[in-house]
């Protein structure tokens, strides 16, 4: 593990594209099939229970008195990005395909990370309980605004129908499950203090849903027409919508005036994408439709993003006279 981290090798990564191999060798089929889709969406409930358990309703209240800096991370989230990814139809179909073109607006709809961005933010001393605040705002307002603009956006420029139900089972699926979590933190407790139990759950999560996904796509045959052409040229729009969007906050929150601790909270809150919260949605949202092919792009993402944030939250820390800082490779193993 420690070899991985100085490398600088995300090991949830390599995790993820294990299962996407497994899958690709041994891929559920029949009643295999069947079982693996309920046992995907009782770990997607689970996941979203957890979630809801560790949100501390008080300190999220509290946090809100910083009302410009979460209504600008809420914006690069939910506002630059879409706008970002409608942009991108123009890539139709010279350079991305319509499916792959739907993974990339997808990705850009989807909340922002909780752990990855306030560990990043922590490691280039930045306002760490405002990056809790916003990163998880971003999370609790995503259950909603996420299915809403998949439904406003996808279903006139990316040509997916996503049908009103998908509101009723997102309700069912995640929503009621993270309320649940939250009136029951009390009972959860014993389960938050164990970190290794509840990254278990996480990531154990996340497998089953990539696997699910890319296993149905291999059985349907999807992926005979991907090139190495397409993959590469997701890859590099993923850096540069990256890249677009770290200029943004970066820029406009030095233009408004906000503190150093402030900025470090836009630039991470406000650029990143959560594969964790992005995937089981998607395998809610985009049942009958290649949910593999449009989940690759955000994975893509997740991968740039991590090592992106890591070498800034490296020179951020340079650039302060405190304490020795912790190698920020070490963080890149978090969702």
């Known amino acids: 593990m420690q070899l991985l981290a100085k490398l600088r090798i995300d090991s949830f990564m390599l995790g993820i594209l294990a299962t996407v191999a497994l899958a690709a060798v041994l891929p559920a089929r029949g009643t295999a099939a069947d079982v693996l889709d309920w046992a995907t969406k009782i770990a997607i409930a689970v996941l979203f229970l957890l979630y ?3 949100l501390e309703p008080r300190e999220a209240l509290a946090g809100l008195k910083h009302w410009r800096l979460h209504a600008l991370v809420l914006s690069a989230t939910f506002i630059v990005f879409p706008l970002l990814g409608l942009a991108l139809r123009l890539l139709v179909p010279s350079v991305l395909t319509p499916d792959l073109y739907t993974g990339i607006l997808f990705l850009c709809l989807v909340p922002s990370t909780v752990q990855s961005s306030i ?4 490691l280039a001393r930045g306002n760490v309980a405002g990056a809790v605040v916003s990163a998880s705002l971003s999370n609790l307002i995503g259950v909603f605004a996420t299915p809403l603009l998949v439904m406003a956006c996808m279903s006139t420029t990316a040509g997916v129908r996503v049908s009103p139900s998908a509101i009723g089972t997102i309700v069912i699926q995640l929503l009621l499950p993270f309320l649940a979590g939250q009136l029951l933190r009390p009972r959860l407790g014993w389960l938050l203090g164990h970190p290794a ?5 996480d990531r154990g999560s996340v497998y089953l849903v990539v696997y699910s996904a890319f296993s149905a796509g291999v059985a349907e045959g999807i992926w005979h027409g991907l090139s190495a052409r397409v993959l590469i040229s997701t890859a590099l729009i993923c850096a540069a919508l990256l890249a677009v969007v770290l200029a943004i906050t970066s820029t406009t929150s030095r233009l408004l005036g906000f503190s150093r601790e402030d900025r470090i909270v836009v630039t991470f809150c406000g650029s990143k994408k959560s594969l964790a919260t992005g995937l089981p949605m998607a395998s809610v949202l985009f049942a009958g439709h290649p949910v593999g ?8 993402f997740h991968q ?3 090592f992106t944030c ?9 650039q302060t006279e405190s304490a020795p800082v912790e190698s920020p490779a070490a963080t890149a193993e978090l969702v």
């Open 119 to 122: 560990a990043f933010t922590a």
């Open 197 to 201: 139990a509840t990254k278990t759950v």
């Open 304 to 306: 740039i993003q991590l």
């Open 293 to 300: 092919l449009i989940v690759l792009p955000l994975m893509l």
């Open 52 to 54: 809801g358990a560790r």
């Open 310 to 318: 890591a070498v800034l939250a490296q020179r951020y820390a340079r």
